[in-house]
């Protein structure tokens, strides 16, 4: 029964693929009121909008119905996609309300796409949206489309300005138009704790997978506790050193590096028997580059400049706790029931640990070649 159950996870999480040009990455909306009017810079993923992908919710665009519409898109050059994406905003920018005093009528201002490169990495495009604003209008409030996904929204050239995280059909609060409206170290660490959670569960495949390969060395939950200790000490320091831009490494070094952390972890655990001192220092050797991963998805959303320190740390809260039910539900399934059976290692520990290695070791050959 437990190496079936080991079986189906290991086929449910190889049937994901880790490939950035697919993952499903948030909108950074850029806005500000200029002469009058109001100017939102959208940086998205154009593609999947014109394929009509709906977003909300979405890990994966090969598991979207309109997948092959979506790589088709990608493959096309800048001045093919250009008109589709004035054609999608069209349809698309009635359901973007904006109140300011009345409705705010937006219109496309520019389309700035780059030209194809590398296949397998998204490419992200720029739609300049403006329209009037009423004189008399003191603040404005943003209605994010349902089936858009995620989006960061960030008011610019005010003082204290407005940092927000919305999901498909929610609204910002009225936003003053002067700001005012900055969050408060409260509320930029609340707001990146489920940032931080949701990158572990059920978005960050290679990091639990990393985890589970620490979980199922371990009989004993003090050994397990120190590896956990390791890995997040040392993901802690270069997320934070990441994040402030101290240091930087391409994500095609990264990625593939972070796969292979994943190999070496459960290959050990299928030939060593006891734990070696010199595991933990492996162990936070690999925490130091999932840490630089988690930190490239921090620079996706964007750190507010004002309540750096209290988001960084709630981002890093939500990792640690997405990493600690990754463990309690393994805990649960199967440290409960089988730690200490003589047989655990036989029928649980090494056939979970020679799963998560081809898995890793798949990944690994995908972000160096596929």
């Not at 209008?137 to 349902?146: D, F, Q, S, T, V």
């Not at 589970?212 to 200790?229: A, E, H, V």
């Not at 831009?245 to 990264?254: T, Y």
């Not at 798949?362 to 596929?370: G, N, S």
């Amino acid at each position: 029964m437990c190496l079936q159950v080991l079986l189906l996870c290991g086929i449910w999480l190889s049937s994901y693929t880790s490939g950035s040009a697919h993952e499903v990455t948030p909108t950074i909306a850029d806005f500000a009121i200029v002469d009058g009017e109001l100017e939102i810079q959208l940086r998205l993923n154009a593609e999947a909008f014109v394929a009509g992908i709906d977003l909300d919710g979405m890990l994966d665009t090969d598991t979207a119905e309109q997948a092959q519409d979506y790589d088709d898109l990608r493959a096309l050059s800048a001045d093919e996609l250009e008109p589709m994406v004035r054609l999608f905003a069209e349809d698309w920018l009635p359901t973007l309300a904006v109140e300011a005093g009345g409705s705010v009528d937006l219109s496309v201002r520019a389309v700035t796409i780059p030209e194809v490169g590398e296949v397998e990495l998204p490419r992200t495009t720029m739609l300049v949206l403006s329209g009037a604003v009423d004189p008399a209008a003191r603040g404005l409030k943003i209605n994010w489309p349902r089936g858009s996904g995620d989006v960061v929204m960030r008011q610019n050239e005010v003082a204290e300005p407005y940092i927000g995280f919305l999901t498909g059909g929610e609204s910002t609060p009225t936003i003053p138009l002067t700001g005012g409206l900055a969050q408060t170290p409260r509320d930029a660490f609340l707001d990146y704790i489920p940032v931080g959670f949701t990158h572990i569960l059920p978005k960050g495949l290679d990091h639990i997978l990393f985890v589970l390969g620490l979980f199922f060395f371990s009989t004993r939950l003090r050994p397990l506790i120190w590896q956990i200790s390791a890995f997040t000490v040392a993901h802690t320091i270069t997320l934070a050193m990441g994040s402030l831009g101290i240091v930087r490494i391409d994500p095609a070094i990264v990625e593939p590096l972070i796969a292979g952390s994943i190999v070496f972890v459960a290959v050990e655990n299928i030939f060593a028997r006891k734990l070696h001192s010199w595991r933990t220092l492996v162990i936070f050797g690999f925490g130091l580059l999932h840490g630089l991963g988690f930190a490239s998805v921090l620079g996706e959303f964007g750190l507010p400049d004002n309540q750096f320190i209290p988001a960084l740390l709630g981002f890093n809260v939500g990792v640690e706790l997405g990493q600690l039910t990754v463990v309690a539900a393994a805990y649960a399934l199967f440290g409960f029931w089988f730690w200490g059976h003589p047989k655990y290692r036989g029928r649980v520990a090494i056939p979970a640990s020679f799963t998560i290695a081809l898995i890793g070791g798949y990944w690994c050959v995908e972000r160096l070649f596929l």
